[in-house]
Each structure stands twice: as C-alpha cells, then as structure tokens.
C-alpha cells in the first residue's frame, strides 16, 4: 500500500492516557486523551478538526497499551507504524534531547516518523489475536504459579499461609488446563493454524506450547524473506563486540526483538540441544570450536526459529535427513 502522508502522528501511549502530537504543513497541535474507547473516539474529533485525513500515525511497542488503539487508528484507515523503543530512543540521543516526559516524547516520535518513515504495521488476523491473547494468558500464569512455589518454600511460613499459597497454586492449575483446553479447541476448528502446528511439531524441541508461542507471536510468514529477518524479529541476532585491536567482546544476542518469543525459544533451545539431531550436531560442531555454552545455547535459538520458519515457509514436515541446503532452498523459493 502507497501512502501519500501530509499528516504525521506521533503517540506515547501508557497505561491510563495517551499524548498525541500533530504534525502538519500548517504547524504542530499536542493534546492528551484517555487511554480508553471514549478516548478514541475524542482522538478521532481531534483529527478531524484539524482536517486531518492522510495520517502516518506512529507509537512505540511498548507493553501491550497500544494494541487497541493502533487496531483502531488502523480500521479508521490510517496507517500506523508500531516501532521498536531502541529506534526512537536512539533519535532522541540524535536530537540531544534533554527532557523527558510524555509531551515531549509525543513530539519526537511524530518527527522521528516524518523523518525514518517506518514501515506501516498491519494488525494480525483475529484468529491470531484471539491465539496470542490465549497464549499470552496461561504464559502469565505460570509464572504467577512458579512465583507461588518459590514463596510455599520459604522457611517458617504460618500454616495458615502455607494452606492459602496451596490453595493459589491449585485455582490456577485449573486455570491453566482450561486455558490450554481452549487453545488446543481454537487451534483445532482452524485448518490453516492446526496444519501449521502440526509442521512446527514435526521438529524435535518444538512441542504444542511452543508452537502456539510461535504461531501468536510471529506476523504473517510471508513477511520474512529471509533466516537472517527471523532472527532479527526475535533478537537472536548476534551482537559482536569488536574495536581495533583491544577489544574483543565475547557474542551475544542483540535482544531488540520479541522478548516473549526468545522466552518460549529458551528451554526448548535446551531440549532440542539433546534429541534434535540436526541441532545436536550443530551446537557439538560449536563446543568443538571453544564456543561459550550461552552463546551456544543463543545459535540453538536461533537455528530452531529458522527450522520453523524453514516448515512454515515449505508447508514441509521437518526431516532430519533432508541437506541443510535443501532445507534452505525449499524455504527460499516460496518466499
């Protein structure tokens, strides 16, 4: 889609508000709305008192305050750009910015907008939404159940604490099997997500909770192009630490990418290290060359997103016998 911007639109949205800065070729408007559907709505007002009508708005991924306002803006017609806060924070050092509030973070987003040009997000399908929303829930609880049986074992705790802690662990056991009850009955009714659960599974190390972590928190595949893409969208690129001839860091992750993602990748990673046979060899082929376990541990991560990518991208099963170069051809070339 082509757009002929003439109005930028720069939010930094929290929790209870959003502050919106206006930029035009007639000048700049600033104004603060309620983080709710009424203040949506007021939002829309605003706009179009301005005659504001081809709008590039712009907002950090931050959290998940500005799901629901970017869907909207984007079902209005704008176009809407959702960014990583490394990028408008790097343009704020850029401008030498020396204050930092709300208002003011409004203001350089809408010109980091005018001036890098984003690209426009397009919102996931409401199946996926519906799956991330899942997923993103029993994620929460369990770690609000390993938060609960790390305190049961604290020494000395009252028995009455004790009973009641028993008590939250079980209430979200059952929360948890039912939330998962339901994401296998969603996934199910949809052929399009249970065949591509079904290609993720088909990889040693990738079971049915991390294939929905994959399915909820990746965009459409057909937006990558390449490995090198799906590694950067998780932060499982690495990062080189190398200057003259001092400095020598050791690698590491870039981690300016989908945090929740590299979380489900994490304990599979490790799984897949032992039955994986392609992973296996691999990260052996590492040790063999001195490398660190965690950085060994961070290739496996990210050599397992790029196996899934490689099944979803092919629509073909994994198969451990296939030439890592055939695996990679038969991804390329339905990119």
């Known amino acids: 889609m082509k757009w002929r911007i003439l109005e930028t639109l720069g939010i930094d949205i929290s929790k209870l508000d959003f502050h919106a800065n206006l930029i035009t070729e007639k000048g700049e408007a600033k104004k603060s709305f309620p983080n709710s559907l009424a203040g949506y709505k007021q939002l829309d007002v605003w706009l179009r008192n301005r005659r504001a009508q081809q709008v590039h708005a712009c907002m950090e991924a931050t959290g998940s305050y500005w799901e629901a306002l970017a869907l909207h803006l984007h079902e209005l017609g704008y176009a809407v750009s959702v960014v990583n806060p490394a990028r408008t ?8 910015l020396r204050a930092k509030t709300d208002k003011v973070d409004a203001g350089m987003i809408a010109r980091f907008c005018r001036a890098q040009k984003p690209p426009v997000w397009e919102p996931p399908a409401p199946e996926i939404r519906m799956l991330q929303a899942f997923s993103r829930h029993v994620q929460n609880l369990k770690e609000t159940r390993a938060e609960q049986l790390t305190r049961v074992q604290t020494p000395h705790l009252p028995e009455f604490v004790v009973k009641s802690i028993n008590e939250v662990i079980a209430a979200l056991d059952v929360e948890i099997d039912e939330t998962e009850r339901l994401i296998d009955e969603h996934i ?26 994959i399915l909820s928190e990746m965009p459409n595949i057909s937006d990558f192009r390449t490995a ?10 690495p990062r080189i630490a190398q200057s003259g001839t001092s400095v020598r860091g050791r690698g590491a992750l870039c981690k300016t990418g989908n945090a929740r993602l590299r979380k489900a990748l994490y304990f599979p990673a490790i799984t897949a290290q032992r039955f994986n046979p392609v992973l ?21 991560m990210r050599k397992l997103l790029v196996l899934a990518w490689g099944v979803l991208k092919s629509g073909c099963p994994f198969d451990p016998n296939r030439p890592a170069e055939t695996r990679s051809k038969i991804a390329l070339s339905t990119a």
């Open 280 to 300: 296996k060899a691999f990260a052996d082929r590492l040790a063999a060359n001195g490398k660190h376990r965690m950085v060994i541990l961070g290739a496996v």
């Open 89 to 96: 924070k790097a343009y704020a050092q850029s401008e030498l």
């Open 188 to 213: 199910d009714k949809d052929p399009g997500l249970k065949r591509k659960r079904d290609l993720l599974t088909s990889i040693p190390g990738i079971g049915v909770t991390t294939a929905t972590s």
């Open 228 to 237: 090198s893409n799906v590694a950067a969208f998780a932060g499982l690129s």
